[in-house]
């Protein structure tokens, strides 16, 4: 059996949606224990409750050592607040976890990853549920966790990889929770930005990710009409600024902010190893 | 005679906008010739003009001698992909340049103060007609550069100081533009984002601001409606990344993207100095 807990670091998420995949879970995963923190549906302001309500459930799922993943509820911005709190309140249970989940979920699974505490993973949230297709993506990460690797974004080699959403990643750089990426393969996507603003996002990011192996660019979707066109396709505006800061430009990615989003484990994946 | 040469590092402006600013200025402050680059009317894209053509009239109004002051025409992104290539071409002419301008235009006040390349002055640029009050913006410009400091920030002390849109100096963080920052008062202002992103830039911009002497928060306009409440004001926010930070906040300043956007020269301000 394979315990899951599932906390909201970010925003809440609906009692139906958690439901569905609680059912979900049961009938398709038998070896999956689902166990929804209350947290997840705290309402304070922007967040799933408070900066303390937060972080309190965060740490209490990463110390209880009947779990073995917790997976992150939802994104929409918070979990940078809780962060840095967290780290020293993880006991030895917390390095035993795999934590699943991405884009704002990133800040977490960066800041576990430069403490190697546990295994990072980018992953479909239970909130992606509500997307089309959304309940693929709720199956992938289920089955992933069962020990079904075809979730697995596909250009995975012998490279260690990480996988962000990329303004998540631009706002790591520099603070106390971003993870050393010499040597890596670095996915990034993107959703709901200006192409102007991915374009800057670059300007930025790539000037903090000197060594790495290669940038790999997932989907860039949602982007809003501007008054103009900006000029240039994402992968344009990707090639751009790791050909300007001497970064290998790898091709596309399987991620997104969809239900499509694969799976990657932050560093070396184990298949890979294992092959 | 005080010659100012106006280019277009971002986005193009409107050859009636120009018009408008050199008839005021021809009026109101005969000691002041302005010299429109025809650049400014250019456009590729988003830009005013390729990469190329607004790197060449940037450089070419630098580097001319019967320049004193070089007056950004706009804002809207592009500055931070021709700034690094700019420094290598500046002349000596360059050196004593007054740069004006704000919100994009400060990725080159930034690397130009980084580089201590004449004297960085976020000021109202001439697209700022187009605004409400903006023909005020404009002769707080104009009044400046010959010789009225009334349109001078009222906050600034014997700190070196520096202001910024907050989002352009976030992304500046890290890159080969930022200036080194330690003592100084910040000022930063925004437009146009979510309160959940200015939360999310002060969490970055603050992990960078180590050693500064304090920050002051300028006007956070034109504020987009979430779906939700955040659940704390501008204030509320940079007072709590300070304090995590141990940044000492100010108060409030005088800049913004409005027409009362007050006139703050990089460094020590000679008012300052000479009192």
């Known amino acids: 059996m394979t315990r899951i807990a599932v906390c909201a670091p970010s925003t809440p998420i609906a009692r139906g949606d958690a439901e569905q995949v609680v059912v979900l879970a049961a009938g398709e995963f038998p070896a999956v224990e689902l166990v929804i923190h209350p947290q997840c549906f705290a309402v304070e302001g922007h967040f799933a409750g408070s900066d303390a309500q937060r972080l309190d459930a965060l740490v209490e799922c990463a110390n209880d050592p009947s779990f073995d993943a917790v997976w992150f509820a939802r994104g929409g911005y918070g979990a940078c607040r809780i962060a840095e709190e967290a780290l020293p309140r993880f006991g030895p249970a917390a390095r035993t976890k795999t934590w699943l989940g991405y884009s704002d979920a990133g800040y977490l699974l960066g800041a576990f990853y430069r403490e190697r505490i546990g295994r990072s993973v980018h992953a479909p949230m239970l909130g992606c549920i509500r997307r089309k297709g959304g309940v693929d993506a709720v199956r992938r990460v289920l089955g992933y966790v069962s020990g079904d690797p075809s979730g697995v974004e596909p250009t995975l080699d012998h490279h260690p990889t990480v996988a962000f959403n990329l303004t998540t990643l631009a706002m790591l750089c520099g603070t106390p929770l971003m993870p050393g990426l010499a040597g890596h393969v670095v996915m990034v996507e993107e959703v709901s930005e200006y192409l102007y603003a991915v374009d800057r996002l670059f300007f930025h990011l790539t000037a903090h990710l000197g060594g790495i192996a290669g940038l790999r660019l997932g989907r860039v979707s949602d982007v809003p009409q501007n008054d103009r ?3 240039a ?4 505006i990707a090639r751009y600024w790791c050909d300007r800061r001497a970064i290998p430009f790898l091709g596309s990615a399987d991620i997104g ?6 799976i990657v484990p932050f560093g070396v994946a184990e298949r890979a190893q294992g092959q």
């Open 229 to 231: 066109p900006f000029g």
């Open 233 to 236: 396709t994402p992968e344009q």
């Open 257 to 262: 902010h969809d239900a499509a989003n694969r």
